[in-house]
């Protein structure tokens, strides 16, 4: 995660950075070419204004007899062109009907030059190719007046747009490799000349074409960034060339303005991001070797809480915030490990006397059954059942019968063996299961039983109190093939049987696998009732 946030960190700054870059590139190019283009307009706009003031002068300078003269006006026309090279491509007079006054026909008249002229004004005529040259003219027009100040013919000259101080500029106003400019007639919808001759004398694109062109022929003025006519995407800036109506446009791909920031991108990535990736891959390897413990941990514990392993403590390998962890797990694990101990001890135990349960019994039971039936040899259930232990309960109380039933507990434990089990399964009944016996089975139990009547008889004090209970016992020997429950079953008849027998005796029931207590069969007892069957101490 953090080594994610980390990339995603770096690519970001890296692109924030290119991208202020970009904004701040942008910005100073275009005021280079808002600086450029107004350069170039003012510079076309005092040039055209040159001419007009020299054809100016020499429309006020032109004798008036001369009008009526077309050979000495011719020569006088040519005489003057020839002492200024302002308009190469001839001059020509026109009287008011549009007549030649000159007699040559140097050009074709232009009709707004003419027209404008002949209102009293110096005009510019509409841009024209010249014939028999790559290079485009410009028409002017200037009044011819009479002593008496009135219009009386027009005096025109054509320029040579690509001459040079002229319109030069856009041939040789290339910016960068792609950029150049252009200078445009909004009236005559007609790019007057380009640094792409190919542009030169063309009709500008149709509305829609390109939005900031759109703009500046509705007369904006400053710059933006556009998408041409070709789909180029630009940085333009556009200025007026007020004498004419024109505007220039300088224009740069943004691709070429933006180089720096490409070329500076290709830098990094170049130089820079090996380095980078190093360091992001040793930062990655150096987490992934301090995540590693953890991870290793976090794995042992889903499988110790999927329960396909036990709960073991995990390995401590490093002794940092890590090895902390993992030793405040394995605390936490040794804790679980002793509640889990207590909740098996108390779902298997008896509280009260620290026995095993009904539970536990059962499970003993299986066990011995399992391994008497397999010629383990025969097996005893013996079920015992206190006599008189409600009364003990009624008159001393709760208590000293609890005391009473752990007492009882304890004598019952020291009269067996290790490997036999002493049960508590109710309120003041238990049961042993014994097996292994050095003697006959049958003796060997009932000399227990009988051991067990006198242990439980011995007077308990509680209290300063002498208090005496007795214990009915039912046995049950078996030598294995019976079922636990109906094994306990029988031992808890023969036990019901010694309590109507007299109490404080035993009852030993015969088993067999199908007939638990054969009628045929007497049980032994040690019961008085039952003296006459069997004898009463074995
Ligand atoms: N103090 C104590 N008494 C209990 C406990 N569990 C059961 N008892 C009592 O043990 C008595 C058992 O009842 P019985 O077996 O009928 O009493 P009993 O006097 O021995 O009767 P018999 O078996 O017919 O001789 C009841 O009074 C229960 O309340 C225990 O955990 N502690």
Not at 286 to 309: D, F, Y
Not at 448 to 471: F, K, M, N, Y
Not at 495 to 515: E, F, H, I, N, T
Request: aromatic share 4%; charged share 20%; net charge neutral.
């Amino acid at each position: 995660m953090g080594l994610a946030m980390a990339t995603v960190g770096t690519a970001a700054s890296y692109f924030q950075l290119t991208r202020f870059l970009r904004e701040d590139l942008t910005k100073s190019v275009a005021a280079q070419q808002t600086a450029l283009a107004e350069y170039v307009a003012r510079d076309i706009d005092s040039y055209l204004d040159e001419r007009l003031q020299f054809l100016g002068r020499l429309a006020a300078s032109l004798p008036p007899e001369l009008l009526s003269q077309p050979a000495p006006l011719a020569a006088w026309l040519t005489r003057h062109a020839a002492l200024s090279p302002v308009f190469p491509l001839g001059l020509m007079v026109l009287d008011r009907s549009g007549q030649r006054l000159d007699g040559t026909a140097a050009f074709t008249v232009d009709p707004m030059a003419f027209g404008n002229a002949l209102g009293g004004q110096p005009a510019l005529g509409r841009p024209i190719k010249m014939a028999g040259s790559p290079n485009a003219a410009l028409p002017m027009g200037t009044p011819i007046r009479s002593p008496a100040g009135e219009v009386v013919a027009v005096l025109l000259g054509t320029a040579d747009l690509a001459a040079e101080g002229l319109l030069g500029h856009p041939d040789d106003g290339r910016v960068g490799h792609a950029g150049g400019l252009l200078v445009v007639s909004p009236r005559d919808r007609l790019f007057v000349a380009s640094t792409d001759p190919a542009m030169s004398l063309k009709p500008t694109p149709a509305l829609g074409v390109n939005l900031l062109h759109d703009r500046a022929m509705t007369g904006f003025r400053g710059n933006g960034i556009t998408i041409n006519a070709k789909g180029v995407e630009e940085i333009s800036a556009i200025a007026s060339v007020p004498l004419s109506g024109w505007f220039v446009v300088a224009r740069l791909p943004v691709a070429e303005a933006l180089a720096p920031v490409a070329r500076m991108q290709h830098f990094i990535l170049k130089q820079r991001a090996p380095a980078v990736l190093a360091v992001l891959v040793l930062i990655g390897l150096i987490v992934a070797w301090l995540l590693s413990p953890l991870l290793k941990a976090a794995r042992q514990a889903e499988k110790m809480a999927r329960g396909e392993m036990p709960l073991s403590p995990l390995q401590v390998v490093r002794d940092d915030e890590i090895g902390h962890l993992t030793r405040a797990f394995n605390s936490l694990l040794a804790k679980l490990g002793e509640q889990q101990a207590e909740l098996e001890r108390l779902a298997h135990y008896d509280i009260l006397t620290g026995l095993p349960n009904r539970k536990l019994l059962d499970d003993r039971l299986r066990q011995m059954l399992a391994c008497s039936g397999q010629g383990g040899g025969p097996m005893a259930v013996l079920y015992l059942d206190l006599d008189g232990f409600k009364p003990l309960n009624d008159t001393f109380g709760h208590d000293a019968g609890d005391e009473a039933l752990r007492r009882i507990a304890k004598r019952l434990l020291a009269l067996v063996g290790s490997t036999d089990t002493v049960a508590r399964i109710g309120g003041d009944e238990f049961v042993l299961l014994l097996a292994g016996f050095d003697a006959p089975a049958e003796q060997a139990v009932q000399r227990l039983a009988q051991r067990c009547i006198e242990a439980i008889g011995e007077p308990l004090h509680l209290d300063s109190t002498e208090i005496t209970v007795g214990v009915s016992i039912g046995i049950v020997l078996t030598e294995g093939g019976a079922a636990p429950k109906a094994l306990l079953a029988a031992a808890d008849e023969a036990m019901y049987q010694a309590k109507q027998g007299g109490r404080s005796c035993y009852v030993l029931a015969p088993w067999q696998r199908d007939r638990p207590v054969p009628e045929a069969a007497r049980p032994q007892s040690s019961c008085e009732s039952c003296v006459a069957a069997v004898p009463a101490r074995q």
